[in-house]
């Protein structure tokens, strides 16, 4: 059951995830260096009264016609005006992934008990509304899925047919659903962060990449075929596949068989 309980609470941190050999490329960064006043220069004496036909020292370049400072992130108070401007394909990952019914197959390799061992992960979410959630993870080959229906929270084991269950208070499911639709489900503050975009290859391939920098989450980088085809995501040293984004739905992720033994979280740990 204490193998059972670590799957399970992997599970449920790879459903807050879906709420990560390159040649150089050129890339824009922003905010970008701020300007300089143009230098002007000029030559021989003084000027008199009989050299008035000179050129004026306003022909020189002024500092007006230096480039404007438009890679500095967007100034708005709408967060996701700042992203759409600075990381097009990050907003298009998020709006799309909040867009219901939302339908997402990621897969990675990563250490997820710090054992050394690398497990092989495909998480499946379903977002039909913000109480109707299910995400499918299937680690080395054994699944766990976590579902959210209406005010009840489970944890289900194909294997051992068991799901635990937690019943979810009116408040709190109004601070879940708060959560994922405000700017922090963002994860980061996009009016701080700094920015990259070009085009650059990777696991052989050349693609359009943002890369985000900021506190809360470290270095971001996206990789998509273009702004609105995301392919992989790489964040906190873990490399995402995206497989699949799309808008379809799938109602027997949220089904629990009738022959699954159902328990109370509560009376699980209190098992142990």
Known sequence: MKKFIALLTAAAM??????????????????????????????????????????????????????????????????????????????????????????????????????????????????????????????DGTAANVIMNGNTYYIVSPTEKTALYLEIEDAQLEEIRASMMSSAALQFDPSTATYETGREVYEGTEYYFNKISAPEIGEMILYGDSETEIRYMIANGITMKVDELSHKTDASAFEIPSDYTLMSMADALGAQ
Do not use: Q, W
Not at 43 to 53: L, V
Not at 72 to 87: G, K, L, W, Y
């Open 14 to 139: 790879i459903l807050t995830l879906s709420s990560c050999g390159n040649e150089p490329a050129e890339t824009t960064t922003t905010p970008a260096a701020t300007t300089t006043p143009a230098e002007t220069t000029t030559s021989g004496e003084a000027a008199t009264p009989e050299e008035t036909d000179a050129p004026e020292e306003t022909d020189a370049p002024v500092e007006t016609d230096a480039p404007d400072e438009t890679d500095a992130p967007v100034a708005s108070d709408d967060p996701m005006e700042i992203v759409r401007a600075n990381a097009p394909l990050y907003a298009y990952y998020f709006e799309e992934s909040m867009t219901f019914p939302s339908y997402m197959v990621l897969s990675y390799d990563a250490d997820l008990y710090g054992t050394g061992t690398v497990s092989h992960c495909t998480v499946t979410t379903v977002i039909e509304s913000l109480d109707k959630i299910a995400a499918n993870t299937v680690i």
